[in-house]
């Protein structure tokens, strides 16, 4: 575990070398789109468990959809000098993703871990445990929002 | 294969009724999102079939991240008056994605094919299979912006 977050650090301090070649506009257009769609996702999740009635189908896309972007590897969109700039929008990015590298790491393992617990889930097709599960996962990005998001 | 198709161009046709709560503006934006993080993925795969070394890994991330959002039903996006209007920009969507469905629903199933596909030999391994059928995913991006998106 320890070791597996001293990587996640690592690979973040690494992502600027690796990526050097992308436009800085391109990588916030890019990380603001991989939140935009997981928007959408976790909305047709809330949709699912809170109504009444459940689309197990429609829950396992949207979790499959979740899962994938969350294992991508976004990190690397956070190259050096993106601190500040313009993609879609204005990046709401706080210069502590930055500088709390261990503290982002942290979150960002709790949340690709109640991701993958999601996507598990979701193939189970029990409502119930979906909507648990979902419970968890909004508070990882919610954890993360607080610390490392300029609200709205 | 038929009804396949037929099954594709009824789900399209009904998408507007199972969404009808999801604000214009917001479906916009959600589909514009996921356009835009297939496009990263789309270059990360891109640079590395084209570019000196090949990271297995970072090709597996790329290709199952467009996988899970070919198929994660964003069909349900087009809704019913949202031809026109602003997510992150103005749409480009063409007035024939709501006129064209039977063509519309083939590209989208041509690309969900080579989507999967690409995941299939993204976790194979050899670069050579990955940039052949990098080849023919790209293609089928191009044929449903050619026919379905306004230029820039």
Not at 118 to 143: E, I, P
Request: hydrophobic share 45%; proline share 2%.
């Amino acid at each position: 575990m320890k070791s597996r977050l001293l990587l996640a650090v690592a690979l973040i301090a690494l992502a600027g070398t690796a990526s050097a070649q992308v436009k800085p506009e391109d990588a916030i257009k890019w990380r603001q789109s991989g939140y935009g769609f997981m928007a959408w996702n976790m909305a047709r999740i809330k949709a699912n468990v809170e109504g009444a009635a459940y689309n197990k189908e429609e829950v396992v896309k949207a979790a499959n959809a979740i899962q994938a972007i969350a294992n991508s590897g976004m990190g690397a969109l956070y190259l050096p000098g993106t601190d500040k700039g313009t993609g879609w929008e204005k990046t709401r990015a706080k210069p502590e993703i930055w500088t709390e590298k261990e503290k982002l790491g942290k979150a960002a393992m709790a949340f690709n871990a109640e991701a993958n617990e999601m996507a598990k889930v979701a193939a189970g097709g029990d409502a119930a445990a979906a909507k648990a599960q979902f419970g968890k996962l909004a508070g990882t990005c919610k954890g993360c929002h607080d610390d490392f998001k300029i609200k709205d």
